[in-house]
Every structure is written in structure tokens, then in C-alpha cells.
């Protein structure tokens, strides 16, 4: 989900150049005209992405921020070599500009030239190793902290480990899960408009939406945010498509954990920035 200004350009698939050889129908020499079958015309192949590599003189570490795919190409297009948990340690070998997503087209290449090529997306990484965070009991991380709980669909508030408020969520649909680990708020919009990633004709796609409290947790891509047009349908099993009670057809997110105005306005007025956000299962 992109956010008023930032654009988020269409996906640039993978290409791939195909060959297809024609064979010439010559007609037996006779004095009775044939009929001559046609063979279907040759597809012109598209032009395969170049990509220039950037090297580094000596490598890098990052850690994954919350669950995360490797691709075999800097595209999401690209086959899903392997995902990754939350804080876990890759070397940065070199980087790439890539599809553009959510905060540009900087990726990074976590292996070596002599390996298979593997690349990750810039947004979904840091430099700063994530500190776990305890919501509860004698060892509970100090201050505000938020905790997003996928299998119960709900959000929960703690201050100094006491739970000050909790209620139904809407998390990502099957194929656009919400991230899990831990992450931090780092933006607070009132109001704003979200613009669809996705071209027109994507199933992804959809019409500009008026948001009226967003906490923004991984660039210009992923918030906390109310959903007006999901009315009171919050809770298990909203996040894959089902029949809502008034009848309609509904599912998850595109990614962001969504839920009530009034339920919105109370996180966006009580979350500061740099809130921790804890997202499991």
C-alpha cells in the first residue's frame, strides 16, 4: 500500500527469451494447387534486464526487520529462493537497482560472484541488529510497546508491560501476508490517501482510499490503519476471503494490519514515534 507522495511504479517482470523455429511447407510439385498450412508466427522475444552489480570492496552486515523473501532476481517477479524470520544476519556483497517498491529500486546482493545470485530488498533490512522486545511479565521491556497477534487477529497496547487496550484487527490476505517481527513506528499520518502499487487490471489493484489515522511501521508500504469500508467485519478469519455480515465478499489486507476509526484514532493518539511493534503469530 503506497502513501500520498510516494508512487509505486508497476512491477517490471522477470524476462524471459524464447526461441520458436519455424519449419518452411514446400508443396509436392503437381499440377493440382495444394493447400499450404501457415505456421504460426515466430514471438519476438523481449529484451532481457540488464543489470549492473555495484560491488563492494569489502562486504556488509544487515539483519532482516521482520519476515522476508530472497529472490533469485531484484524483482518480485523473481523465484522466492528462500524467507527469512525476523534478525537474521546477511552480508551485503554488493547492490542493484532493481523494481521499484515502496522506498526505491536499491537492492542488495547477499551473495558472493562465485554463487547463485540472491537479492533482497532494501526496505526489508537495517544495519542496527532488531532488540527483542518483551511485552509482559518481570522482564518486560519499558515504555509503550505495540503487539499485533496474527492467529487471533488482534492488536494489544502495553505501557511498562501492562495491557492498556486491545481490539480486533484485519491482517493480510494469503498472498499479501502482513510481515512478522519487530518493528518500530516511524511515521503518523492525519488524514492521508492511500494509492495503489498495482496497475489497473491487477487483482491487487484498488481506487484511491481516504484514511483518516495511519501509523506507518516499514516505509511508505506498511501501516496501522482504520478501514472504513470493512464496517465492524474485524477478527479471525477475516483475513482470507469470506462472506461478510451484510452479505458482501470480503478478505485481508494488502499487507497492513487494519482496523476501527475509533479504534485507529486511539493508537495514533497514544503511539509515539519509535513505538516498538511486535507482529507474530
Known sequence: MSVTPAAATPNQGQRMAQSVANVDMVPSPTATPTVQNTPDPTPTPDPVKTMTISWNSAPSTIYTVGTANVRNIPFTSGYVIKTL??????TVYGTVNG???????LWYRISDQNSTPEYIYSELVSTTKPVPVVTTGPTATPGKIIKVNLTAQT???YDNGTLV?????TSGQPNLLTPTGTFQIISKLHPATFYSPWPKGSPYYYAPLNINYALGFQGTLLFLHDATWRGTDFGPGTNVPH?????SQMTGSH???????DNSAWFYNWATIGTPLVIAY
Open 165 to 169: 487496550h486491545q481490539n480486533l484487527i
Open 243 to 247: 462472506t461478510a455480515a451484510n452479505g
Open 85 to 90: 524470520a525476523a534478525a537474521q544476519t546477511l
Open 155 to 157: 492488536i494489544s497496547a
Open 99 to 105: 523494481e521499484i517498491l515502496s522506498n526505491g529500486a
Open 255 to 261: 499487507g497492513c494490519v487494519e482496523m476501527s476509526v
